[in-house]
C-alpha cells in the first residue's frame, strides 16, 4: 500500500464509516497532497463506501478541495470587492511577474499556484491573500515578492 | 429618531475583558430553563448573522422539541463580503461564545456541540482547541455533559445559510434544504438544532450576565442592543466597531467617511447599497420602530467615495454570487449568470438601457422563488445600485 | 387505529381537505389543478430545485414550492396567480437559456417536459442572453446503452435521486457550484468507464434530452433494407404490455399481436419471441438450480455457491460484477433469453431455414437499455458472430412504427413465426419481478414432484408486486425418487426489484441475516416492465398497470409451462439434447468478470 492509501485508511479507521466524517478526511488529505487526486478519491470511496461520484461531487462543490494538481504553496489572492478596490490586481501582477506563471497556474517547480478566491474576510486589512493557511494582509507589491522569497528558502532548506 | 450631531457610541461590551465565564454560567444554570428563556426572550436579542430571527424563541421552540439528541451549532462560516467580526469575536472573546454555546446548551438539553468555522480561519484552530480544552474544563466542573468540536469548511459561502451548514457538516455539499422543516426542529443529522451566529452566543453572555434590562438600554424598540459592525472601504478608520443598533447611515458616515462618500453597503454583497441622498432615512436594525428605511445587517459596512465605480462594484457582486450559488435551484442558479451577462451587455452596448428593467424584473423573480436566502437577497444590492447609480451602469 | 388528521385548505378558492403531511402539489391534484413540475417525481424524494411548481400562499410575500411545502390549516393557495405566471414564465425562460434549444433535432423532440412547459406557457419570446455557447457542454456517446448531453441538462438532479435511490449505483453525482455545477461521473469519465448498470432508469426519470438511449433506428433500416440481408427479431414480454403506451394506448394495453404485425410490415424477415428462449432460460436454470441443490444438500460439495441468484437482468449482472464479484459464482450461468436466443439465431434457426449465419441480422427489442450493452459484451460471440446485432428499446420501436407511417390501432393481429417462436405463459410473466421465478417453481417442482405447484391456477402470488424484496417458502414433499435429498426441503426464495433493494438483499445475505436458496433480481422497479426502454413516463401505478397486463397475458394461453412447451421439446431432441448438455453450456450459458468498484 502507497503513502495515500495508508493515509486514507488510517483516517477512516480514526473517524469511522461516517458521512458526516468525509469533509475532515478530504480535507486531511488535501493539506497533504495539496490536492484530491483520482486515487485518492478512489481510496476514499472504496474505505468510507460512499459512491466515488459522489465523493468527487462533494470534492468539487468546495474551493478549498482542489481536484486538479496544486503546488506545495497555494496562494489564494482575495478578489472581492474590498480587495478588488485596495489594489488587489496589483498584488496579481506582482505574483505572476515574479512567479513567471499565470492565475490558475502552476510554477513548473511545482512549489506554487496562483489562484483567486472569494472574500478572505480581512476587508479592513485589504488587500489579502493565503498561502496555504497563512493570512496576508495589506500587501503591496513589493511585501509579495518578500513573502514569495521567504516561501522559497523554505522550500530550498528541505 | 432624532439626528445625532455628535460621534456615535462606541460600546464595549462583546470586547470587553472579562474572565468569569464560570461564574456567570453557574448562575444561569442555577436558574430555571423558563427563567434563562424569558432573560433572552425579554432582552430583544435577534439573530446577529444577518437574518435577525429572535435568538430567545429559537432556544425556547427548541427546548420544547421531544427528540433526544440535539445540537448547539455556533456559525462561524463567515462569508459574507465585508464582514469579519466573526473571526475578531473568535480571536479576542471565544470564551464569551462558548459561555453562549453551553447556556443554550443546558437550556435546551443538547449534549454535543459545533462551531463550524470557515476553511478562511483555519489558522484560529490552535487557539481555539485552546480554549476548548479550558472551557470543557469547566464544563465538568460545572457538572455540564457538553462536548464542542470545530468542524471546519472548505471554503463554499453558501455554507453559512443553516441548511447547508448542516449539509456540509453531514459530508455531502452544502446545498440548502427546503424549509420547512426548520432547524428547531429538524437540524444535524435531523435532530433538532439551535444554529447561532457567533456574535449572537456572545451577546447571550452579556445579556446573562448583566440582564436583558440593561441591554435594552442599547438600541431602539426592535431593534435592540448593540452590533458589531466590520467596517471597511474608503474610510480612514477600517476595523471593528461595537455601536448601538438603530443609528442612521447618515451619522454612521459622518463617523467613519473619508468626506467624500457616494454610498455605503449595508450588510454585504447580499445587502442595501445606500446612496448619499438616502443616508438620513436610512437606519440600521430591523423591522419595526424605526422612521425611513430599516436595514438590517450582519454588520458589513463598506464605504464608497466617489472615485468608485458602481458598475465595477455590481459586477464584482455579482461574479461572487455567481460562483457561490449553490447552483441547484434555477432562479439563483441561472438568474446570477443572467445578472452579470446582462450588466456587461448593456455596458457594452450590445443590450438597451431598457434591459436593465427586464433584469430588475428578474431580480424580484429570484426574491419571490429561489430556495433560500442566497438567491432571494441577490435582488437587494442589485436593485438598490441599478435603480440608484443607473447612469454608471450604461455609459 | 389511530385517525389521520385531516388539514383544510382552499386552492384557487376551491376547499380541499387532505391528510397532514401532504403537499400543496397533492393537494392540488385531488382538485384536478395542474401545477407544472420538472424537478418532481414520484418516484423519487423531493427536491425543489426547479422552482417552477412555486405557487402563492395568501399572506406569504415570497411564493413557495408546492412540491416541497406540506398544506397547513386555513392556507390559501392561488396557483395562477399573475406573480405565479410571471414567476413561473421566468424560471422556464431561465432553463431555455441554458438549454441547447435545438429542438427539432432532439430525439425527445415531443417528449420532453420542459418543452411541454414551454409550450404552455407560450415562451415565443427569448430575451435572457443564451448561456450555451459560453458552457463547454460535452456529450458523451461512448456507452452502447446511454448518451449524455450536458447541453440539454436542466440539473433537476432526477437522474441523479434515480441512480442513487432506486438504484443504489451513484455513477453520478451533482459536481462542482453555481455557475459550473453539473451532473457529472467520477472526473467526468464517460458512462462507459464507470460503475454504470446501463439501466437506463436515469433516461426514464430525465425530464429532457440530456440522458436518452443510444439508438440503433438506422442500422436497423439499414440491415432491412438490404437484400442479402434475412433480418430476424425477437421480442421481449414486457415491449408487448408498454409498446401501446408510446402509439395511444392506455397504459396496461396488451398489444401482442398487433406488435408482431407491425414488425412484419417494418420488413424484419423472421418475427419471434424472445419468450421463447425464456422458457428455454428455465430449462437451463432450473436445472442449473437443482444441481446446485444436490451438490450442497447431497454430496456436500463446498464448491457450490448458494443462493443461486438469476442473471437475466443485465443491469443487475453489471452491478454485482461491480459492486458484489464475490459473490459472482452465486450467478446462474446462464446467458439472459435475449442472448441465448442470439446465439440460437445464428446456428439453430438459421439451419433450419437454411440462411448462411453470416447474413443474419439479429435484432431485438428490449425494455431495456442496459440489453444494448450486453449485446456488445465480447464474451457474446458464442455463435462464431455477434450473437445479437442491434437491440432496440420499446421507444426505438415506436419511433419505427411511426416512420413507416403504420396505424397501430388499424393492424390486424397476426402470430409470431416458428420456430422460436412459441413462448408460454412461464415465458411472459419474465417481464414482470417474480416471473422468472415463478415460472421456474412451476417447472423446477414438477419436475421434481412430478406435481404441478400447488397455487390455485399455478398463481404463485408470494412472489408478484411490485414490492421491494419479496420472499417465498416453498416445501417440497413427496418427492420422485430420484430427487430423494429434496424431501422435506423447504425451498427458501428471494425476489428484489430495482439495485437499491438488490443492494438491501446482498447486505442481508453477506451479513449472515438471510438465508436462501435462489434469489431472483431485476435491476429496474418492477422488473423488465419498468425497465430502462420503457415509455415515458412511469411510475408505480402505470407500472402495476403493466403488470396486470402480463399475468393476465399469461392466465390467458393454454400453454403456462416452460417445458411443456412444444417448441422447446423439440430443440433438446433436435439440437440441445438436455439442459446442461454440452452444445447447451457452448452456446447459452456464459461467465462474468469483477469489475473495478467506481
Not at chain 2, 185 to 209: D, F, R, W
Not at chain 2, 261 to 266: D, I
Request: proline fraction near 4%; aromatic fraction near 8%; include cysteine.
Amino acid at each position: 500500500m502507497n503513502d495515500q492509501a495508508e493515509l486514507v485508511k488510517d483516517l477512516v479507521t480514526e473517524y469511522g464509516i461516517k458521512r458526516e466524517k468525509l469533509l475532515p478526511i478530504l480535507q486531511t488529505v488535501v493539506e497533504k497532497d495539496r490536492f484530491l487526486s483520482a486515487s485518492a478519491i478512489l481510496k476514499i470511496a472504496e474505505e468510507t463506501k460512499i459512491p466515488a461520484a459522489d465523493v468527487y461531487g462533494t470534492a468539487s462543490f468546495y474551493s478549498f478541495l482542489d481536484i486538479v494538481p496544486r503546488g506545495k504553496y497555494v496562494i489564494r489572492v482575495c478578489k472581492t470587492i474590498t480587495c478588488a478596490m485596495k489594489g488587489k490586481n496589483q498584488i496579481l501582477l506582482a505574483l505572476e511577474d515574479f512567479l513567471k506563471v499565470k492565475l490558475g497556474e502552476t510554477t513548473p517547480d511545482k512549489l506554487f499556484t496562483i489562484l483567486e478566491t472569494n472574500c478572505l474576510g480581512w476587508c479592513h486589512k485589504a488587500p489579502a491573500m493565503l498561502v496555504n493557511d497563512d493570512v496576508y494582509t495589506e500587501l503591496t507589491p513589493n511585501m509579495v515578492v518578500d513573502i514569495l522569497s521567504s516561501y522559497k528558502a523554505e522550500a530550498d532548506k528541505k | 429618531m432624532t439626528t445625532k450631531t455628535k460621534q456615535l457610541n462606541r460600546i464595549d461590551l462583546i470586547f470587553k475583558h472579562e474572565d468569569d465565564c464560570k461564574e456567570i454560567l453557574k448562575k444561569s444554570f442555577d436558574r430555571s430553563h423558563e427563567e434563562v428563556i424569558n432573560e433572552m426572550v425579554n432582552s430583544g436579542l435577534k439573530g446577529r448573522g444577518g437574518a435577525g430571527f429572535p435568538t430567545g424563541l429559537k432556544w425556547k421552540l427548541t427546548s420544547e422539541e421531544k427528540e433526544k439528541t440535539k445540537y448547539v451549532i455556533c456559525n462561524a462560516d463567515e462569508g459574507e463580503p465585508g464582514t469579519f467580526k466573526d473571526r475578531e469575536i473568535l480571536t479576542r472573546v471565544p470564551h464569551k461564545v462558548l459561555a453562549g454555546m453551553a447556556m443554550c446548551a443546558k437550556i435546551i438539553g443538547a449534549k454535543e456541540g459545533y462551531i463550524y468555522l470557515r476553511g478562511e480561519y483555519k489558522f484560529l484552530v490552535p487557539q481555539l482547541r485552546e480554549e476548548l480544552k479550558k472551557f470543557h474544563q469547566i464544563m465538568d466542573e460545572l457538572n455540564l455533559d457538553f462536548v464542542v468540536d470545530i468542524f471546519l469548511g472548505s471554503g463554499a459561502y453558501i455554507c453559512g445559510e443553516e441548511s447547508a451548514l448542516f449539509e456540509s457538516m453531514e459530508g455531502k455539499r452544502g446545498e440548502p434544504r427546503n424549509k420547512p422543516p426548520y432547524p428547531t426542529q429538524c437540524g444535524y443529522l435531523n435532530k433538532p438544532t439551535v444554529i447561532n451566529n457567533v456574535e449572537t452566543l456572545a451577546h447571550s453572555y452579556t445579556i446573562m450576565k448583566y440582564g436583558a434590562k440593561k441591554f435594552r438600554e442599547l438600541g431602539v424598540k426592535d431593534s435592540w442592543g448593540s452590533k458589531v459592525f466590520s467596517v471597511s472601504g474608503d474610510t480612514p478608520i477600517p476595523g471593528i466597531y461595537e455601536l448601538e443598533l438603530g443609528m442612521s447611515v447618515q451619522d454612521f458616515v459622518d463617523d467613519f467617511g473619508d468626506g467624500d462618500t457616494k454610498a455605503v453597503q449595508v450588510g454585504g454583497a447580499s445587502g442595501f447599497l445606500v446612496p448619499r441622498k438616502r443616508f438620513p432615512k436610512s437606519h440600521i436594525g430591523y423591522q419595526g420602530k424605526l422612521t425611513g428605511v430599516s436595514l438590517p445587517t450582519g454588520g458589513s459596512m463598506m464605504i464608497f467615495n466617489s472615485s468608485r465605480s458602481m458598475y465595477n462594484v455590481l459586477d464584482n457582486y455579482l461574479d461572487f454570487f455567481q460562483e457561490e450559488s449553490c447552483g441547484q435551484c434555477t432562479p439563483c442558479r441561472v438568474g446570477c449568470q443572467q445578472l452579470l451577462k446582462g450588466i456587461k451587455a448593456v455596458k457594452r452596448g450590445d443590450k438597451p438601457a431598457a434591459y436593465l428593467d427586464k433584469l430588475l424584473k428578474l431580480t424580484e423573480t429570484m426574491r419571490l422563488t429561489a430556495k433560500c436566502g442566497l438567491g432571494q437577497s441577490v435582488a437587494n444590492s442589485f436593485s438598490s445600485i441599478v435603480e440608484n447609480f443607473r447612469e454608471e451602469m450604461i455609459y | 387505529m389511530k385517525m389521520t388528521n385531516m388539514i383544510n385548505l382552499s386552492i384557487n378558492g376551491i376547499a380541499v381537505s387532505v391528510e397532514e403531511g401532504k403537499t400543496i402539489l397533492e393537494a392540488a391534484k385531488k382538485l384536478h389543478i395542474h401545477i407544472p413540475t420538472l424537478c418532481y417525481h414520484k418516484d423519487l424524494c423531493v427536491a425543489g430545485n426547479c422552482r417552477v411548481c412555486v405557487v402563492e400562499q395568501a399572506g406569504v410575500d415570497r411564493l413557495v414550492a408546492s412540491c416541497a411545502t406540506p398544506v397547513n390549516e386555513g392556507m390559501e393557495i392561488n396557483t395562477n396567480s399573475l406573480k405565479v405566471r410571471n414567476c413561473r414564465k421566468h424560471i422556464i425562460e431561465l432553463l431555455l437559456a441554458e438549454h441547447n434549444e435545438e429542438c427539432t433535432k432532439c430525439y425527445r423532440n415531443g417528449h420532453c417536459e420542459l418543452q411541454t412547459i414551454a409550450a404552455d406557457l407560450q415562451i415565443t419570446n427569448q430575451d435572457f442572453i443564451d448561456l450555451v455557447p459560453d458552457k463547454q457542454y460535452s456529450v458523451d456517446s461512448y456507452s452502447p446503452s446511454i448518451e449524455k448531453d450536458d447541453s440539454k441538462c436542466i440539473r433537476c438532479q432526477r437522474c441523479v435521486r434515480t441512480c442513487a435511490e432506486i438504484q443504489s449505483v451513484g455513477a453520478i453525482a451533482v459536481a462542482h457550484k453555481g455557475a459550473d455545477m453539473k451532473i457529472s461521473t467520477f472526473f467526468n469519465y464517460s458512462l462507459n468507464e464507470v460503475v454504470c448498470t446501463n439501466c437506463g432508469q436515469c433516461i426514464v426519470h430525465c425530464p429532457t434530452g440530456a440522458l436518452v438511449e443510444k439508438s440503433y433506428v438506422e442500422q436497423v433500416w439499414d440491415a432491412i433494407a438490404d437484400p442479402e440481408k434475412h433480418v430476424v427479431v425477437q421480442t421481449a414480454p414486457a415491449v408487448r404490455v408498454g409498446l401501446g403506451e408510446e402509439l395511444g394506448f392506455e397504459p396496461g394495453t396488451r398489444v401482442t399481436s398487433r406488435m408482431v404485425s407491425a414488425l412484419r410490415r417494418l420488413g424484419f424477415d423472421s418475427v419471434l419471441d424472445t419468450d421463447f428462449t425464456a422458457d428455454l432460460t428455465i430449462m437451463e436454470e432450473g436445472t442449473e438450480l437443482l444441481t446446485r441443490l444436490k451438490g450442497a444438500l447431497l454430496d456436500d460439495n463446498p464448491e457450490v455457491s448458494l443462493p443461486m441468484a438469476t442473471s437475466c437482468s443485465p443491469g443487475w449482472v453489471k452491478y454485482i460484477e461491480h459492486k458484489y464479484p464475490q459473490y459472482l459464482p452465486n450467478l446462474s450461468t446462464c446467458k439472459s433469453p435475449q442472448q441465448m436466443f442470439g446465439a440460437l439465431a445464428k446456428t439453430y434457426y438459421a439451419k433450419n431455414i437454411d440462411v448462411d449465419p453470416a447474413n443474419i441480422v439479429s435484432v431485438s427489442i428490449m425494455p431495456c437499455t442496459a440489453k444494448k450493452y450486453e449485446a456488445n459484451r465480447p464474451e457474446m460471440k458464442d455463435s462464431g458472430y455477434k450473437d445479437v446485432d442491434f437491440v432496440l428499446t420499446t421507444r426505438e420501436l415506436a419511433v419505427m412504427i411511426k416512420q413507416a407511417g403504420i396505424e397501430f390501432e388499424q393492424l390486424n393481429e397476426e402470430n409470431f413465426d416458428s420456430i422460436m417462436g412459441i413462448g408460454s405463459g412461464a415465458g411472459i410473466i419474465f417481464g414482470a419481478t417474480g416471473g422468472v421465478m415463478e415460472a421456474a417453481l412451476r417447472t423446477a417442482y414438477e419436475i421434481v414432484t412430478g406435481r404441478e405447484v400447488p397455487f390455485e391456477n399455478l398463481e404463485i402470488k408470494p412472489v408478484r408486486g411490485l414490492a421491494g424484496v419479496k420472499e417465498a417458502v416453498v416445501p417440497i414433499v413427496d418427492v420422485l425418487p430420484e430427487w430423494s435429498f429434496l424431501e422435506g426441503v423447504e425451498l427458501k426464495c428471494a425476489i428484489t426489484n430495482g439495485l437499491e433493494n438488490a443492494h438491501q438483499l446482498m447486505e442481508a445475505i453477506d451479513r449472515g441475516d438471510r438465508f436462501y436458496h435462489f434469489i431472483e433480481i431485476m435491476a429496474c422497479p418492477g422488473g423488465c416492465l419498468g425497465g430502462g426502454g420503457q415509455p415515458f413516463p412511469v411510475d408505480d401505478e402505470i407500472r402495476q398497470k403493466r403488470m396486470d397486463a402480463i399475468y393476465s397475458e399469461d392466465l390467458s394461453l393454454a400453454l403456462r409451462k416452460s417445458h411443456e412447451n412444444p417448441e422447446i421439446v423439440q430443440i433438446y431432441k433436435d439440437f440441445l439434447e438436455k439442459p446442461l448438455s454440452h452444445k447447451s453450456h457452448k452456446l447459452l450459458h456464459t461467465s462474468y468478470v469483477k469489475r473495478q468498484p467506481y
